[in-house]
């Protein structure tokens, strides 16, 4: 699953990689000939006119470039832009989609070739977007706190509401049975639903202290989920019966971030062989890597352990473990913008290997390709903006009162003294 705060991004397929930027993305083909298969530009028109989005097909064969032309009308108020906001690919490979900022989910079809399916209007602006593990549907949460679900097979039909929160929700997954969805939102919490009767709420996972921006879930051991947000944590539960296992705090991490608050977590990715989690953190140049130790027996228990940083040389957009077990790096560095690290239990933190034979050549075509970063370089991310405003409406309201008291006070004070001068005159 892709979120939609990150500038430059990754998206590790089983066949293909997908290098992402501002409106474009290209696909490229990581065991044949590491050319760019397919890429694809999105096109914002304004309202009353029609959306047209542009592809391209490079193969050995031909270099023709093949124009589609995409239906849809945006949806909701406002003029969106042309950004991606949020990507995703099946666990098959066979789909891959990615959901824009003008309110349009669009889906592709990779096997036997690329080959764009349609585009449909979503309700508001995506946030995060995931496959279900069968495939058959489209997950998608949104600014607003809802989850819709879009069909695969049947490509026009519009989304199905599936659940919704009270506050924008920033991330989702999916048990790789498809029995629960998980959803973590700006207020602090993680639901924890049944899938598909998502009227039925299993549980929560509480225990965060700022908005929660990264979930994944753990296949091996059952029952494990970790979770990364703005409170400068990474926090491990046993979400199936909502317990917290594990807390671990990243501010001994980021001593060269210049800010008061706490380190946000952008990207939180696991790899189940060696049991590796990555941590990407907004604004640090280096990405944290934990291992996860676990225990079945005679409770399930895990915790992170063996904490150490993965110096980058620049600012990193994104990272992502591919199935093999390899770290993909992306970063803005020119001539260096996309590294291949793997794990070495005798190696760390952890070698980079972008230079081996199977890797040289796809990284060479890529890192060759800096003008196609160009517009993610001065991006800035949207977490700012979620924190939360408190405001005191308490210490006007008593201060009010106390002038009011003292006033009062003052008035009999005047009336008290007033009588005693009748009386006195009175009695003369």
Known sequence: NGTSFKMASLQCMKKYLVVESGNSFKVY????????VYSHSIVCRPKGEEKKSEGSKATEETSEKDEEKVKGEGGGEGQGSDKIL????????????????????????????????????????????????????????????DVYSFSVSDPEA???????????????????????????????????????NTFSIYGYCLGHTEYITALCLSPNPK?????????????????????ELH??????????????????????????????VAVLVDGLDSVILFKLHTEVTPHLDAQ?????????????WDIGFDFEG????????????????????????LQCVSAQEQFTQLTTAINSDWDFFQDS?????????????????????????????????????KSEEGSKKVRSEEVI
């Open 304 to 316: 992170l352990i063996q904490s150490e940083p993965l110096p980058c040389e620049g600012k990193v």
């Open 223 to 243: 029952g494990i989920l970790l979770s990364g947000g703005a409170d400068g944590t990474v926090r491990v539960w046993d979400w199936l019966n909502g317990r």
């Open 86 to 145: 949020a990507r995703g690919c099946s666990v098959s490979d066979e789909y891959f989609a990615v959901a824009t900022d003008n309110k349009e989910l669009i889906l592709w079809q990779t096997k036997p070739a690329w080959k764009h399916v349609s585009t449909r209007t979503v309700a508001r602006r995506c946030t995060a977007l995931a496959f279900t593990f069968k495939g058959d549907a489209i997950l998608i949460a949104d600014k607003s706190g």
């Open 247 to 276: 807390v671990e705090h990243l501010d001994k991490f980021c001593g060269d971030l210049k800010d008061d608050r706490p380190p946000v977590v952008s990207k939180l990715v696991c790899s189940w062989i060696g049991k590796l």
């Open 377 to 413: 370089l001065h991006e800035e991310t949207m977490y700012s903006g979620l924190y939360k405003k408190h405001f005191d409406n308490l210490t006007p309201y008593f201060e009010r009162k106390e002038e009011r008291m003292k006033g009062k006070k003052r008035k009999d004070n």
């Open 29 to 36: 083909d990581r065991y044949g000939q590491h050319d760019v």
């Open 158 to 196: 519009s989304g199905t509401l599936l659940l919704g929160h009270l506050s924008m929700l920033l991330d989702i997954a999916v048990k790789y049975d498809d029995s629960f969805l998980i959803t973590c939102d700006r207020d602090e919490k993680i639901r924890i639903s049944h899938y598909p």
């Open 326 to 349: 390899y770290l993909w790096v992306a970063q803005a560095v020119k001539g260096n913008t996309v590294q291949v690290y793997r794990y070495i239990p005798s190696c760390r933190p």
